[in-house]
């Protein structure tokens, strides 16, 4: 009678551990081979080509969630492929049913609001699939997750939540806000009539901050009056600290120009405009609600493909969005003396001169879809101020008081991508 099994031998096995841990997994292989023939209606497979079926569910897999810039990241390790951290541990991995043979499995998750996964918590089923990996992109959510798995689709094994080992129990993860380097500085609180709520505190260095909403698209979120106080007087901007959008109090934080990067290094920042205080009083904010503009000569694209001066547009004019679609204009706004620039793009979308070219009185225009519009003519924007937003080529907004040339911008037919941040109520 031979020692060996699979390559394995009992001789082999007595010499050192690792041999033995060898035989050991191909004697399990052989049992499980074995006993899921017999679990078959006691019939064994005469073609060795032909698939098992494997009736009983498999053995619970592990899984791990992670929240991060609006995205829940799942990964799934198989019971075979788990590491046992101990030698009991792995005894029992080698006896117990921890798929050995490799059968393939599928799996379905689930995300609830609630641990209980009831009919009230929005449950969301995903899957069968087989892949050991999934992300879901659901910015802004804080979700509980489980997990189950089969052989065939059919037999599955018990539903277990995503826990954690800190509490000791079931865990509701949270997946972060979606991440656009832009985003904060673009996209600025302002009062219910769309106006800046940065005001100076009578002759003090103190900054008022209004009652004030930040919308963005669809969303929109309220926040309570406050103050922050930055001990001097100049140009200041301001902003808070809100990473799950919750509105209501925060705490306000001022910077001046040389640390702006400071609000856009976390994308839980919002803006809330800036401010120029002094020592005669009287400070107001702008660039809240400046909102986004260019001089009159600038040419927007209508929703006919038609070019249109600016100064010409009308309340319910329709205009041609970033994506094709069709932007109705709802409000129109003039804001006398804002800085403007020249800009000028090549092919490429490429941003190869900005040029300060004086203070203008500018158009403020507000749409009610994307938000979106494209301004200007074979690659130039001969008066966009510096508020004025514009998009970049892989996504996302910025002010044209920050871009420089180099940066690399999404153009239509040599018409630049714009954005509307201000939605109307």
Not at 216 to 223: E, F, K, V
Not at 313 to 342: K, N, S, T, Y
């Amino acid at each position: 009678m031979s020692d060996s099994l699979d390559g394995s031998s009992i001789s082999g096995a007595l010499q050192n551990r690792e041999d033995m841990r060898r035989w050991m997994r191909a004697v399990n292989r052989n049992i499980l081979l074995h006993r899921n023939l017999l679990d078959s209606d006691l019939q064994f497979a005469d073609d060795p080509s032909a698939q098992l079926a494997v009736l009983a569910p498999p053995p619970a897999v592990k899984f791990s969630v992670i929240g991060t810039d609006g995205q829940f990241q799942v990964t799934i390790t198989l019971p075979q492929d788990a590491n046992p951290l101990s030698v009991s541990l792995l005894k029992s991995k080698i006896t117990a049913d921890s798929n050995q043979l490799g059968v393939a499995m599928v799996h379905q998750l689930q995300s609830a609001a609630s641990v209980l996964f009831d009919a009230s918590s929005g449950v969301q089923t995903y899957g069968p699939f087989t892949e050991l990996t999934q992300t879901f992109q659901l910015p802004n959510q804080t979700l509980f997750w489980r997990i189950r798995s089969s052989f065939d689709g059919s037999n599955w094994n018990a539903w277990q939540i995503y826990s954690s080992a800190t509490t000791c129990g079931p865990i509701g993860v949270y997946s972060g806000v979606l991440r656009n380097s832009a985003n904060s500085i673009n996209q600025a609180a302002t009062t219910a009539s769309g106006t800046n709520p940065l005001t100076q505190n009578g002759t003090t260095t103190a900054i008022n901050v209004a009652s004030s909403v930040w919308k963005c698209g669809d969303q929109t979120i309220n926040y309570n009056g406050g103050s922050v106080d930055p001990g001097s007087y100049g140009t200041w901007l301001v902003y808070a600290n809100d990473p799950q959008r919750a509105g209501g109090t925060v705490i306000f934080i001022a910077v001046n120009a040389a640390n702006q990067a400071n609000i856009t290094a976390d994308n839980g920042n919002v803006y809330f405009g800036q401010i120029t205080t002094s020592s005669g009083g009287g400070g107001t904010g702008s660039g809240g609600g400046g909102g986004t503009c260019c001089r009159a000569g600038v040419p927007y694209r209508m929703f006919d493909g038609t070019q249109r001066d600016c100064s010409l547009l009308r309340v319910g004019d329709v205009l041609m969005g970033a994506d094709g679609g069709a932007e109705v204009i709802q409000h129109i706004e003039l804001h006398p003396a804002r800085p403007c620039f020249r800009l000028e793009f090549d092919s490429s979308g490429k941003l190869t001169k900005k040029m300060y070219i004086g203070d203008f009185t500018v158009y403020a225009i507000q749409l009610d879809r994307s938000h979106t519009f494209l301004a200007g003519r074979d690659g130039v924007i001969d008066g966009a101020s510096s508020t004025h937003t514009i998009q970049y080529a892989g996504g996302g907004f910025v002010q044209v008081f920050e871009i420089v040339p180099g940066e690399i911008f999404a153009l239509t037919g040599g018409a630049v991508g714009s954005h509307n941040y201000r939605k109307v109520q």
